[in-house]
């Protein structure tokens, strides 16, 4: 057990430091000048006024020691400054990290809420609406969430007037992009779900549940939806990606200040502490959601509990 | 609406207190501390939250505002300033001469890495304090554009009490303007409140006391269609940046207006660089200037929303000269005649030009994010332009990394950009060598023009005028630049909004304005 664990932590420690150091390397390798930018706007400096600000953010000191540098403080979570913003790099993500978690995680439960219905509904009978409801999902998933918002918005918002356009001021300007990044991610977990429950109850176990007398829902409820749930936990680490990359264009149509803003930000302008910060972020999450799927395993799926010799 | 007049609707209408603006804006900034970007944004919003020690009206003139009066002697290197003693900064510290010292001092400071703010002071010597309420600042050589430079927001007067015990500015400003920032979200906007005791506006205002609105919501819209949306279905009052596109439909829609600024400055030119390659010989640049056709072109791709430039600065610029208008003009006849003589005179079978083997390309380096889709349009109209000449202008997208990373490493033909300034110096930093990439914007590696630029910023203000026309001349005949339209800053509003006033670098003012219903 102890020895799972420690496999565990320094399975995790060599996953961040490959994220931090690819990134660094990648960062190093595009051409780019972070002096420009951290000289900002109008950009008129003095040689004198370069050099002060290439040595206040140690790029005059050798690669491998900016490397180690690096490296040594992002293990004890200090990012150093972000270039464009002039803050730490960990006051920038986390300003932003609590936008989009309102964001990412409303849309997530919504589109699971959104699947599960959709899937316990349609899974195997209803041959048309189940055909309806295949076909929309399919078009919801190759639309482009850009229009998706645009559409939600003309309509909802500057037709209707029942929401409001802008900003991150209260739940009612959360209603429309939370919609906006929930319904894609709505059409593949449905279509997973679906799958799942239509094999589960063609298992010969599914006529057992039902020669005992249980209802059809309680069959589709209780015991179909177990085995589809595992098929659709596989998935996490692409819906994870969806709602990172969905949150970018959410966040831009509808003006919210996020992660994804600042993400595609920093590195058009190169600002390099910005973003190791946010890849080492991203795969601190990816590790941690990675654990909490095969915990979720456990649960969900009795047969893994058994211990092995 | 002619420039130099601040809109009113209906100006025998009386002002209305209170009310919130919303206004939406199509770009964001890092930072809200106006000392340490140059973001036009963060001016926009920090002019309703600072101060400045003089004013600059819409013709330019200078009227007094955190000081009552100054004195500046003939040279140009002694300046003095004799503040008003009845102003305080929104946490309570009173304004007086060792405020505005430590404000500047500051952003002369290298460890507050200002860019922009410290090159408006320009090569200060020292700043005293004779007593409580004057400062004197004085140069070594003469610095003439240091009033214009101080009347913006870059260098608006923050509360020293407020700086001294803030360790991170970028999200906080405490000055002692009309309103109060009361939220700044990075990504989202800013939200300000009114300054009830507010009783020290600007000299060019039409008020005095504090300011009509009671509330100012800057939000952060990038998505022009969703800008517009929220214009048109009236949950914002004022949007910037409306799309060439969509001028016309918000024109004829009767509940809104759109009013433009010209920028003052240099205006959206593309730098030829003369340092290398087929831009080194004059004749190239001169026949590339003459092929162009920016009157047509700019109608194409803005659809008459803007005007075609004529010179490298724009009309509203101080010591802006008309007469160099007469070196400029389509001609393409004088381009394949120059091209001819400079010795390109076989074509490919695309149709151009060749020279020793090599064809007549010019690499159009440009980052599409700082440009407007329109933008883009107009270089693909120049490009068909020049053709018929010969030449091909080859469109090489970048992102603003690699855009500076070509730029330092001096590899590219041309680049292009605007400046907003009112005041000519600006010429300075785009033509002065000392200001090469990476250290400034001399995209076209010019140093013949070091002499006047450097006399001109401390001469006399009638040889002042005399020098930078001779510079103006020089840069279009020499065809440094390709101008191609004056810039302006597009504010799209609903009728309800009035009293809005322009400043100098073209952004608009709030103080004056007020809503009806």
């Known amino acids: ?309 | 609406m002619a420039a130099g007049q601040p809109f009113l609707a209906n100006a025998a209408q009386t002002p209305i207190q209170g009310g919130t603006l919303n206004v939406g804006l199509g770009s964001d900034t890092p930072t809200i501390d106006p000392s340490i970007t140059g973001q036009s944004i963060t001016a926009l919003i920090d002019r309703n939250v600072v101060d400045s020690l003089v004013g600059q009206a819409e013709d330019n003139r200078f009227t007094p505002w955190l000081a009552s009066s100054w004195e500046v002697n003939d040279k140009h290197t002694d300046y003095v300033f004799h503040l008003r003693k009845d102003v305080t900064f929104s946490d309570g510290t009173k304004l007086d001469a060792a405020a505005v010292k430590y404000n500047l001092d500051r952003i002369l400071d290298p460890k507050t890495t200002s860019s922009y703010s410290k090159s408006l002071l320009g090569p200060i010597k020292t700043i005293t304090t004779p007593d409580d309420y004057t400062v004197a600042i004085h140069y070594d050589t003469p610095f003439a554009p240091l009033l214009s430079g101080l009347s913006l927001p870059y260098l608006g007067i923050q509360s020293p009490t407020y700086l001294k015990k803030t360790q991170n500015t970028n999200n906080t400003v405490v000055g002692s303007g009309p309103f109060i920032l009361k939220s700044f979200v990075k990504g989202s906007g800013s939200q300000l409140t009114r300054r009830a005791d507010y009783n020290w506006g600007p000299g060019y205002a039409t008020h005095q006391g504090p300011a009509y609105l009671s509330e100012i919501n800057f939000k952060y819209l990038p998505e022009s269609s969703v800008r517009l949306g929220a214009l048109t279905s009236g949950q914002i009052q004022a949007i910037d940046a409306v799309p060439p596109v969509n001028a016309k439909s918000v024109k004829s829609n009767p509940a809104l207006e759109v009013k433009t600024k010209e920028n003052p400055g240099i205006v959206r030119v593309v730098y030829l660089n003369t340092s290398r390659g087929i831009f080194s010989d004059l004749k190239v640049r001169q026949a590339f200037l003459s092929a162009t056709d920016p009157a047509s072109a700019v109608k194409v791709a803005f659809f008459g929303t803007l005007k075609a430039a004529n010179n490298v600065l724009g009309p509203q610029t101080q010591y802006y000269d008309p007469s160099v208008a007469k070196l400029l003009g389509y001609d393409l006849a004088k381009a394949n005649k120059l091209l001819d003589e400079a010795g390109w005179t076989s074509k490919n079978a695309d149709g151009i030009r060749i020279k020793d083997g090599k064809p007549l390309t010019v690499d159009f380096v440009y980052d599409p994010s700082t440009l407007e889709t329109a933008d883009v349009t107009l270089f693909q109209a120049i490009q068909f332009q020049v053709k018929k000449a010969g030449i091909d202008f080859k469109l090489d997208p970048v992102d603003s990394g690699g855009f500076t990373d070509r730029t330092n490493n001096n590899q590219y033909d041309a680049v292009s950009n605007y400046y907003v300034r009112a005041e000519p110096d600006i010429l300075r930093t785009v033509f002065h060598s000392s200001y090469t990439p990476p250290k400034g914007a001399d995209y076209s590696h010019v140093s013949s023009l070091d002499d006047k630029l450097i006399q001109a910023q401390g001469a006399p203000d009638a040889q002042r005028k005399q020098l930078y026309s001779e510079i103006q001349h020089q840069i279009i005949s020499q065809a440094y630049v390709v101008p191609l339209y004056v810039p302006a800053y597009q504010l799209g509003i609903t009728k309800q909004l009035h009293g809005v006033s322009w400043a100098t670098n073209a952004k608009p003012n709030f103080y004056d304005a007020w809503l009806s219903h």
């Open chain 1, 1 to 309: 057990m102890v020895y799972t664990a420690i496999k565990r932590l320094l399975t995790i420690l060599a996953v961040l430091w490959g994220a931090a150091t690819l990134t660094f390397i990648a960062l190093k390798l595009i051409p780019g000048d972070p002096v420009s930018i951290l000289s900002g706007g109008a950009n008129v400096v003095d040689d004198a006024f370069r050099a002060q600000l290439t040595h206040e953010f140690g790029l005059d000191q050798p690669l491998w020691l900016q490397y180690l540098h690096y490296i040594g403080h992002a293990l004890v979570g200090n990012f150093g400054q972000s270039y464009q913003y002039r803050q730490p790099v960990v006051d920038v993500i986390v300003d932003a990290l609590k936008q989009t978690l309102v964001l990412a995680v409303s849309a997530l439960v919504l589109a699971l809420a959104l699947a599960v219905l959709n899937a316990l509904a349609t899974a195997g009978r209803w041959r048309y609406l189940r055909a309806f409801f295949a076909g929309f999902e399919l078009c919801l998933l190759s639309t482009p969430v850009y229009w998706l918002g645009i559409i939600l918005l003309s309509v909802f918002s500057f037709q209707m007037h029942w929401f409001p356009v802008m900003g991150n001021d209260g739940w009612r300007s959360l209603v429309l992009p939370v919609i906006t990044l929930s319904l894609p991610l709505a059409a593949i977990l449905s279509q997973i779900l679906r799958d799942g429950l239509e094999e589960a109850l063609s298992q010969p176990f599914a006529l057992t549940v039902r020669s005992r007398g249980a209802g059809e829902t309680r069959l589709r409820v209780r015991h179909a939806l177990r085995h589809a749930s595992l098929a659709a936990s596989t998935l996490t680490g692409t819906m994870l990606a969806n709602v990172l990359s969905g949150s970018i264009l959410t966040e831009t149509v509808f003006g919210r200040a996020g992660i994804g803003k600042i993400t595609l930000q920093a590195i058009a302008s190169r600002d390099m502490p910005l973003v190791l910060g946010i890849v080492m972020l991203s795969a601190l999450l990816f590790v941690i959601i990675n654990l909490l799927v095969d915990a979720a395993y456990l649960v969900v799926d009795p047969r893994l509990r058994k211990r092995t010799p």
